[in-house]
């Protein structure tokens, strides 16, 4: 006999099931509604709305008339979502390759990579970055030919082939089914710095990395003022797209960076790197740099390198050219330095221009014989004729004096380098300038106490010692090197940069007399530096040959001369140096043709009228 079940206990153990589900879909509801709710709503709004940087426009760099030497323009990353040109999703076939051969001649790219950048590898290949930092025209290109492909298309015209056909020499209309492979490029605005001029002032400019970070020279050392601050814009999206209706949409406007206006004049500049580049080509030299400086204020008018190098095209720039040796480079100065030593001596009393002293042939000191770069007998020069003739003989001799002692004379020349800015920064900050290299009396060693009052056994960067021919053209007052004349915020107020510091070094009195001294070097038919003539005005200046020191040892030499102009009454100092060049290497036959190029040009730029005053004439022998 069957039995049957007790209905009651089924329907029992059926209700407590039942019970048991909606308790727990009761209790999930209450910590949904209750306990989770703030943190689920952040959830679901973190993955609504989107925020995306607005890049702030950086500020620019100009010349001291305004002239722009850096700016930003408008550039966009072309991009492509590879997924939709897949048969799927576009229709037909061949879609990469549509789309790479529409486009390969607008973005000047080749068919084929274009093709496999198209190309999509999986389902979640939706983003393709193609090329960076095309202009504005480009865009509107691709745009207007994707604008008129959908067009096409919609009226049943397969413009796509036709156009293909067409490259391919086929006239006739093709009829087929098609869609808009262009559809899928898209733009992202990434704006671009740009030079108008180039090389010009690259060396001090520097450039930007590709990601628009100032990576050298100026770019870097003002990156802080010049990027501005990024905004930033907040929408609602769904499926990666915005979604206008939403609401909640809101822009953090960016703030542009401030404008540095800088003490270069963009003609003198142009000059000084033409001189300087085609001296060094001539040469064959390793390098050389040009400083042109306002004497009156400090300002550097001109800051040129060769080799150079356009930070438009950095992918083509010799890494080496990359910098600004005027300011990196430490080398020994030679015999431009012995206007050091002359200051010390005049303005310690311990001579004269007009002092006689005897050169010898050869001077033996310490653990070596010195002599002049050219051989000779004893000669009987005045202290004027002892720097005219660059004599390092007779600059060891009158440095001798300059204490009781040894000792003493060490001590009172270093204590002048130093005054002249010798072995400390300029106060430029400028990225990668070096202080050169100036060791205290108490380390110099037992030649090295005779080598560095004619310029060896120190080393300096090129602006320290064009500084120092400021100092005397100045009238024995330094006035610390500038750059920047001043900065334009994103308000567009104008703030100049403070004033220099200013320091005196030595009095009027033997400043007048050292500019008199200098002349004799151009002036007079016995000096060393003939070739730095400017007719109808006095020039002062002082030609350098040094050798020059490798990390190995001695290796080729470094030619310089700086000057400055009207001796009388001095405007602008003018320096060259050339590294290592081949064959002549007298700082006179290379430097002083630089020199009297760049300062005629500068002259007439400034409008400096030759004095008309007569030449010092001071005697160079007794």
């Given amino acids: 006999m069957l039995r049957l079940g007790e209905p009651r206990k089924r329907l029992r153990l059926m209700v407590v099931a039942l019970g048991t589900v909606f308790a727990l879909f009761f209790g999930r509801l209450v910590q949904i509604q209750f306990l989770d709710s703030t943190a689920l709503a952040d959830e679901a709004s973190a993955n609504r709305y989107v925020t995306t940087p607005l890049a702030a426009q950086r500020g620019a760099i100009t010349d001291a008339a305004g002239n722009v030497l850096a700016t930003t323009v408008t550039a966009y990353d072309i991009t492509a979502d590879p997924t939709m040109l897949t048969p799927e999703q576009l229709h037909v076939t061949g879609g990469p390759a549509q789309a790479a051969a529409l486009l390969a001649p607008i973005l000047g790219m080749d068919p084929q990579a274009l093709t496999a950048a198209l190309t999509a590898k999986n389902s979640k290949d939706m983003y393709r970055l193609l090329i960076r930092q095309q202009t504005p025209q480009t865009w509107n290109q691709i745009s207007a030919l994707s604008a008129k492909l959908a067009d096409n298309a919609s009226r049943g015209h397969c413009l796509t082939e036709n156009l293909l056909a067409q490259k391919a020499g086929d006239t006739g209309r093709v009829d087929a089914a098609c869609a808009n492979p262009l559809a899928s490029v898209f733009h992202t605005r990434h704006d671009k710095r740009v030079y108008p001029d180039g090389g010009l002032a690259a060396n001090v400019l520097g450039f930007v990395n590709a990601e628009g970070v100032g990576s050298g020279g100026l770019e870097q050392q003002y990156e802080k003022l010049l990027k501005g601050t990024e905004g930033k814009q907040v929408y609602a999206q769904a499926n990666g797209r915005e979604v206008p209706t939403a609401g909640g949409q809101h822009e953090q406007a960016p703030v542009p960076g401030s404008s540095l206006r800088l003490t270069l004049d963009s003609d003198i500049q142009w000059e000084a790197q033409k001189a300087i580049s085609d001296q060094v080509a001539k040469s064959q030299a390793l390098g050389g740099y040009v400083i042109v400086q306002d004497v009156t204020n400090g300002k550097i008018l001109a800051m040129a390198s060769a080799p150079g190098f356009d930070p438009n095209d950095l992918a083509h720039a010799d890494p080496a050219a ?22 010390a001596v005049l303005q310690q009393n311990v001579a004269t221009p007009l002092t006689h002293v005897t050169v010898p042939g050869s001077l033996p000191r310490s653990d070596r014989v010195f002599h002049d770069d050219v051989a000779h007998g004893t000669e009987q020069l005045t202290l004027n004729g002892v720097l005219a003739q660059s004599s390092n003989i007779g600059t060891i001799l009158a440095a001798e004096h300059l204490g009781s002692t040894q000792q003493q004379a060490n001590q009172v020349l270093y204590d002048y380098l130093t005054k002249f800015g010798i072995g400390q920064p300029s106060g430029l900050g400028f990225p990668g300038e070096t202080q ?48 920047v004349e001043g900065t334009t915020g994103p308000d567009g107020r ?58 190995t040892g001695y290796s080729g030499y470094t030619a310089s001369f700086i000057g400055f102009a009207p001796a009388d009454r001095p405007r602008v100092t003018v320096s060259c140096v050339i590294q290592k060049p081949v064959g002549a290497h007298f700082g006179g036959q290379l430097c002083g043709p630089v020199f009297k190029q760049v300062m005629e040009f500068a002259l007439k730029t400034l409008q400096t009228p030759p004095t008309g005053a007569a030449p010092a004439n001071l005697p160079v022998n007794w």
């Fill in 322 to 343: 990359i910098g600004n040796p005027a300011l990196s480079d430490a080398y020994e100065p030679g015999s431009v330095s012995k206007l050091m030593t002359m200051a």
């Fill in 436 to 483: 050169g290299i100036l060791p205290t009396p108490d380390k110099w060693n037992g030649s090295q106490q005779y080598t560095i009052p004619f310029g060896q056994g120190l080393a300096v960067n090129a602006l320290q010692t064009t500084s120092v021919y400021s100092t005397i053209a100045n009238g024995g007052v330094r006035i610390a090197p500038s750059l």
């Fill in 494 to 551: 104008y703030t100049p940069a403070p004033a220099p510091a200013t320091t005196r070094v030595v009095s009027a009195q033997t400043a007048s007399s050292l500019a008199a001294m200098l002349q004799s070097v151009v002036g007079s038919e016995l000096g060393t530096g003939t070739s730095a003539k400017i007719p109808g005005y006095l020039v002062a200046g002082k030609t350098g040959t040094a050798n020059r020191a490798t990390a």
